[in-house]
């Protein structure tokens, strides 16, 4: 029988397993999990410590037991996998009970990434938080239930669920204004603490934008949060527990710090086996995702992928991308070679009553380090009919290369719900069709009143462009 071996169990370890073990049922499936959950969705977890979420079980897509029993799936989880031996297929893992030696045929690497932790003083004091797992999710929904009801900033321990009081409202800090820091600057505010947000560069969500970077700046300054920009931490300040951010202007007393300054990739296991590292430092593969290794493949997190827009290895650790990578592989492994496909760092966030999309090149910088010679244009429209009682302003960046025409990337922003997001998907389409800013204007995109102007924001924004090349 031949053995299909998944070490990590989350959303490309779980889709490669179960897309294989569908395709061919006779294939012998064993994922190695080394914590307790697999399948969940780790972009839910600030809505989870906000309070939207009551339970972390509501995260998870499909549970163990439904892997086990109904897709016939041997997963196991608390098991570590330490190391792998490609020469003679095999991986080895350890568990309470022991070491458990495991011959593979095939193998996907999935290991994900792990929260950056800067290297500043005093990140190991209680009272500093990440949030790359399951486990501090549920550490950090304590936190704030425990600081709510008792006006305190108590140690979270595994005690009852949140209890939340009104008129509660302290210090937090968060370091890092990319995805994670502004949907807990939410998370948080939403939930009475006072948010201090520190950012070492001059834009929140940098690789949105200027322009949309300082819309959603202005609104959290709107919403009260206090932003610290261009203010590098220097040091997490305390005696046993945080109680100050200092940076080389100011010190802010803080209760709690939570650290939002990025992911890298989890490439220990991979580089020990002799897999070869791309050049972002990420696992590097072919289109069929597989590694330096023959019959060992990577996806998710830990590996890179090639950009739709440069051609070039780009690492941009995304849900849907593990997902569709994984679900590649499984089909491989079953027996019909299927290529990932490239991605084009496609992203979006909200921040309170604002959201915001972004997708392949944006702003004249990164374009021009890609090689091109890159011209940006900005534009604000309605979001519906200007005659229909509801709606709001759409801003749209596109960014283009003047001698092709071709379209590089975009990023829009509008009030949440007035279709920033779902805009963006028209410019995705275009991106993967390498089509010119001219092909952009000429789509034929929806429109009624309460959805749209006649001329959506996107092809408004195409028409002025076509004008600068």
């Not at 949440?416 to 800013?437: F, K, P, Q």
Request: aromatic residues 6%; proline residues 5%; charged residues 25%.
């Amino acid at each position: 029988m031949t053995t299909f071996v998944v070490v990590g169990g989350d959303a490309a370890g779980m889709s490669a397993a179960s897309k294989a073990k569908r395709d061919d049922p006779e294939l012998e499936v064993v994922v190695f999990e080394k914590g307790e959950w697999v399948s969940y969705g780790a972009c839910g977890l600030p809505y989870y410590v906000k309070g939207e979420i009551q339970s972390l079980d509501e995260l998870v897509s499909v549970t163990p037991e439904e892997f086990r029993e109904e897709r016939d799936i041997d997963l196991r989880t608390g098991h570590e996998v330490v190391s792998i031996d490609p020469d003679e297929r095999t991986v080895t893992a350890e568990n309470e009970g022991g070491e458990i030696v495991q011959p593979y045929d095939h193998l996907l690497i999935a290991t994900g990434a792990a929260a950056t932790v800067p290297p500043i003083e005093g990140t190991d004091l209680e009272g500093v938080y990440t949030l790359g797992s399951m486990t501090d999710g549920r550490d950090l929904r304590e936190f704030v239930g425990r600081s709510r009801s008792e006006g305190t900033f108590a140690q979270p321990d595994s005690g009852p669920a949140c209890r939340f009081l009104e008129d509660c409202t302290a210090p937090v800090g968060i370091v890092g204004g990319g995805y994670v820091g502004i949907e807990m600057a939410e998370a948080l505010a939403e939930n009475d603490f006072e948010v201090h947000l520190f950012q070492r560069g001059e834009h929140v969500l940098a690789p949105f934008g200027e322009a949309t970077s300082e819309t959603i700046a202005g609104h959290l300054r709107d919403r009260d949060v206090a932003l610290y920009l261009e203010s590098e931490v220097e040091t997490v300040a305390g005696d046993d527990r945080v109680e100050t951010v200092v940076t080389a202007d100011e010190e802010v007393p803080v209760g709690m710090v939570l650290l939002g300054t990025g992911v890298r990739p989890r490439t220990a296991l991979a580089e020990e086996a002799g897999v070869e590292l791309g050049p972002t430092g990420a696992i590097a593969t072919d289109e069929y995702r597989e590694t330096s290794v023959p019959d060992v493949y990577a996806a998710g997190d830990c590996a890179e992928a090639e950009h739709v827009v440069t051609g070039e290895p780009a690492y941009v650790p995304l849900a849907l991308t593990a997902n569709r990578h994984g679900r590649a592989i499984g089909r491989t492994v079953a027996g019909e070679p299927t290529e990932g496909g490239p991605i084009a760092g496609t992203a979006a966030v909200k921040a309170f009553e604002m959201e915001a999309a972004r997708t392949g090149l944006v702003g004249d910088e990164e374009a021009s380090e890609a090689g091109f010679e890159p011209v940006t244009e900005t534009i604000e429209a309605r979001s519906r009919a200007g005659y229909y009682p509801e709606g709001g302003t759409v801003i749209v960046t596109l960014t283009a290369d003047r001698p092709s025409g071709r379209l590089l990337g975009a990023s829009l922003a509008s009030e949440y719900g007035e279709g920033a997001v779902h805009r963006s998907h028209a410019v995705v389409a275009a991106l993967y069709e390498g089509a010119t800013i001219a092909d952009l204007e000429g789509y034929d995109l929806a429109y009624a009143p309460p959805f749209n102007t006649t001329w959506d924001p996107v092809l408004t924004a195409a028409k002025v462009m076509g004008g600068s090349l």
